[in-house]
């Protein structure tokens, strides 16, 4: 049973470019959470999907960032006129049920760098 | 505001060692704790949780103490391994000032096994 998928793993863009970095879920699981790390931090909350909807976006930067969890596919978390201070790791997680009630379980990350 | 925090950044033991690592939090209406593994260039893997209603709760190798009086958890390893090496990170479940239910993390100790 496959954990969860993240890609790309490694994302280089200039500055002005728009990023877009994909989630599958484990199997079984619709809820997401999308986590940004800065170097030798923890884990930042940005926002959480279920299918179709957003949930808690208080997160995440009210401009420049977008998020989405289509009734078929990945989820994606967009990036759009990235800047310097975007580069970071960006983790997503899934879980069975809704937060609270069940274990978060962590993708390898995609690691964004703003050139 | 509210916040998760570890007492020491860098932990070094021998192979064999016992470890502890230790994380204050400031939230007292969190509902559970979790302590993850993050290894390098990886997502941080569940280790183990504990309810709020608890002090303490074994799992293989590790244990989690929480005492409420202090705001005061950690993570015990027995038998430390070179394959423990990593940083861990503790995290807390809760709402934060009326606003919605979220998982914090803390700012991770580095533990570095010696053979």
């Known amino acids: 049973n496959a954990g969860v998928m993240q890609n790309p793993r490694h994302l280089v863009r200039r500055r002005g470019q728009e990023a877009r970095l994909r989630c599958s879920p484990m199997?079984?699981?619709?809820?997401v959470y999308w986590y940004r790390q800065l170097p030798e931090e923890g884990l930042k909350f940005m926002v959480y999907?279920?299918?179709?909807?957003?949930?808690?976006e208080s997160g995440m930067p009210k401009e420049r960032f977008s998020a989405e969890f289509p009734k078929e596919g990945p989820s994606i978390l967009r990036i759009q006129q990235v800047v310097r201070g975007d580069s970071a790791a960006y983790f997503c997680?899934?879980?069975?049920?809704?937060?609270?009630?069940?274990?978060?379980?962590f993708g390898p990350g995609t690691r964004l760098t703003v050139l | 505001g509210e916040s998760v925090g570890l007492h020491l950044p860098t932990l070094s033991v021998q192979e064999g060692d016992n470890s502890i690592i230790n994380c204050a939090y400031s939230?007292?209406?969190?509902?559970?704790f979790i302590w993850y593994k993050q290894e390098s260039g990886k997502g941080p893997q569940f280790i183990i949780d504990?309810?709020?209603?608890?002090d303490k709760r074994q799992g293989q190798r590790v244990t989690v103490l929480l005492n409420k009086t202090v705001k005061h958890l950690s993570l015990q390893i027995a038998a430390t391994q070179p394959g423990d090496s990593a940083v861990y990170f503790c995290?807390?479940?809760?709402?934060?000032?009326?606003?919605?239910?979220?998982?914090?993390f803390g700012k991770g100790t580095l533990l570095t096994v010696n053979p």
């Open positions: 995290a807390e479940f809760g709402r934060s000032g009326g606003s919605n239910y979220k998982l914090t």
């Open positions: 997680a899934s879980s069975r049920s809704p937060r609270g009630s069940d274990t978060q379980y």
């Open positions: 504990i309810r709020s209603n608890m």
């Open positions: 999907l279920q299918k179709e909807n957003i949930i808690d």
């Open positions: 199997k079984g699981h619709s809820h």
């Open positions: 939230n007292s209406a969190s509902d559970y």
